[in-house]
């Protein structure tokens, strides 16, 4: 329909130094870089829901799923379902968890697809995400050489 406005825009927003995701995918904030391309970029989440929590985003600052152009939708979801595969050989889950939150409760304003490994009894109900904190340096790094060993079977 002429004139009827959708809420799909393939502008972006203007990539800012306040933007965490922006910081990590130009490389001025440290991260766990599990996974980097043209378009994307995978690292694994801070506040873990368990431990190998990992963040999807596009490298060009998106807020929300319907800003997202159409040429960077197969290339974002294409890491996710390979993600997804990568967590059961390295941390020997049984499936995972793939979401995304769009606008209401995104911690980060900046697209983002978590990819979350899961086990039969883990504890996770429903949408409520307990989160908790690595251990310490070693743990994170141990949890990331793991999923990037795995990883590089299927790049």
Same mark, same amino acid.
């Given at each position: 329909? =002429?004139?009827?406005? %959708? !809420? +799909?825009? =393939? ?8 933007? +965490? ?9 440290? =991260?766990?870089?599990?996974? $980097?391309?043209?378009? %994307? ?8 829901? *368990?431990? !190998?929590? %990992? ?9 929300? +799923? ?21 967590? #059961? $050989?390295?941390?020997? /889950?049984?499936?995972? *968890?793939? /979401? ?19 086990? #039969? ?5 429903? *949408? *409520?995400?307990?989160?908790? #904190? ?7 790094? %141990?949890? =990331? ?11």
């Amino acid at each position: 329909m =002429a004139g009827r406005k %959708t !809420g +799909l825009s =393939a502008e972006k927003n203007e990539d800012t130094p306040e933007c +965490l995701f922006c910081r990590i995918a130009s490389g001025l904030e440290n =991260a766990h870089i599990l996974h $980097e391309d043209e378009f %994307t970029i995978a690292f694994l989440d801070i506040k873990p829901v *368990f431990a !190998g929590h %990992t963040l999807i985003v596009p490298k060009i600052h998106y807020e929300l +799923l319907e800003n997202i152009p159409d040429h960077l939708i197969k290339p974002l979801f294409k890491i996710a379902r390979l993600f997804s595969v990568v967590m #059961k $050989e390295s941390l020997n /889950a049984q499936g995972s *968890f793939v /979401a995304m939150n769009n606008k209401v409760s995104q911690s980060v304003p900046h697209f983002h697809i978590h990819v979350i490994p899961r086990s #039969k009894g883990d504890g996770l109900k429903g *949408f *409520f995400w307990p989160r908790k #904190k690595y251990d310490d340096e070693h743990q994170i790094n %141990t949890v =990331a050489n793991k999923i990037k060993k795995v990883l590089k079977c299927y790049i």
